[in-house]
């Protein structure tokens, strides 16, 4: 059966795998032009690139996420034509059975993807299958074409397990202990964007390397804005309107700064690209940024939704919490002005975030 015979067995015409091509491609930020190359090395890949999906201490939240835009979706397009050999949570089989599928994918090679922290106190604070988590991703690392680390605790063992005693790292951490280098891609978010996910996995099938990365090894195409400067309650912000009453209707649509947003420290594209399919994301719903795609998120960012004191603004140094509305808005009225502001905050708030394209 051809490719294309088998998207539309699986409900997915052509038009709707071309629309796919053209909406990620835009998200990384390429030319129209790119696009039938893109079609091209995509259907190439549907002749199964295999994966191996790992599970150390995670909620499946990941996974969860990247399968929840379904029937048809790209995430169900990647994920079912990637040839998944191996997914704790998702795959059919168990014991004997996933093990042998798992020995077999090893043979061939694959993309690792990894979801969830790594303990890196004692190994019994994860094992799988009687065996520690952190043997098993060594083993995996070593041979795999490419890993991807997906979610703020394989990233970087910062989400909720990193506020644990487990001392959970991420997969970069074990890969320096162990000296092996194999390509490392960072995608976090608690949890993973099925966006950022597949349109990194489309970029690395179209390419055979990894896109361009920041610092933080994160994808530039995703991770290369400040969340702030695109945020829809910028303009409140900039005039010092801040929500300090969830009850006041007036202050419903203003800036959450002193809720506890973290975008002004926040890379990522959620403002963007909204979570499932478009339809919203946590400022737009009335949640401050948490801050979840940044190394700091949990430990350094708690508690979430309260203000923190000596909060960095852009171009205006700390600034307490209580007093960061008159501070904006008299800084605006004598004329620092919204340009300055934005200025200094656009991306400029570490010169040295992107380490090139
Ligand atoms: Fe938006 Fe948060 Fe920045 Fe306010 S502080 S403008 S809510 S990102």
Not at 94 to 120: C, F, H, R
Not at 140 to 164: D, L
Request: net charge neutral; charged share 20%; glycine share 10%.
């Amino acid at each position: 059966m051809g490719n294309f015979d088998l998207l539309k067995v699986k409900g997915v015409s052509r038009r709707d795998f071309m629309k796919l091509i053209a909406a990620t491609t835009a998200a990384l930020g390429l030319p129209e032009l790119f696009v039938p190359q893109a079609a091209n090395a995509l259907e190439q890949a549907l002749k199964k690139p295999p994966v191996i999906w790992l599970e150390g201490m995670d909620c499946t939240g990941c996974t969860e996420s990247a399968i929840a835009t379904l029937n048809p979706s790209p995430a169900e397009l990647i994920l079912d034509m990637l040839s998944i050999r191996y997914h704790e949570t998702i795959m059919a089989g168990s014991g004997n059975k996933s093990e042998e599928a798992y020995q077999e994918a090893l043979k061939e090679k694959y993309i690792l993807i990894v979801e969830g922290a790594i303990p890196s106190k004692e190994d019994r604070f994860c094992m799988v299958g009687g065996k520690p988590f952190r043997k098993i991703l060594i083993e995996a690392a070593q041979k795999a074409q490419a890993i991807i680390a997906i979610g703020s605790c394989a990233s970087e063992g910062a989400g909720i397990p990193g506020a644990c005693a487990t001392g959970a790292v991420g997969v970069g951490e074990i890969l320096k202990a162990e000296g092996i280098s194999t390509p490392l891609i960072n995608l976090p978010c608690c949890p993973v964007k099925p966006t950022t996910l597949i349109g990194t996995l489309l970029y690395y099938l179209t390419y055979q390397k990894v896109p361009a990365l920041d610092s933080q090894k994160r994808p530039v195409a995703f991770y290369g804005t400040l969340l702030h400067d695109n945020c829809p309650r910028r303009g409140h912000f900039e005039h010092g309107e801040f929500l300090k009453d969830w009850n006041d209707p007036i202050q419903k649509q203003y800036c959450l700064l002193l809720k506890g947003c973290k975008g002004p420290k926040t890379y990522t594209d959620c403002a963007q690209v909204w979570w499932n399919d478009n339809t919203n994301f946590c400022i737009n719903a009335g949640s401050p940024c948490s801050g979840c795609s940044e190394k700091s998120f949990y430990k350094e960012f708690s508690p979430l939704y309260a203000k923190q004191e000596n909060f960095d603004i852009p171009g205006l140094g700390p600034i307490n919490a209580d007093t960061v509305g008159p501070v904006i808005g008299g800084a605006a009225a004598v004329g620092l002005g919204i340009h300055l502001v934005a200025t200094v905050a656009s991306g400029r708030l570490k010169k040295d975030h992107k380490e090139g394209l």
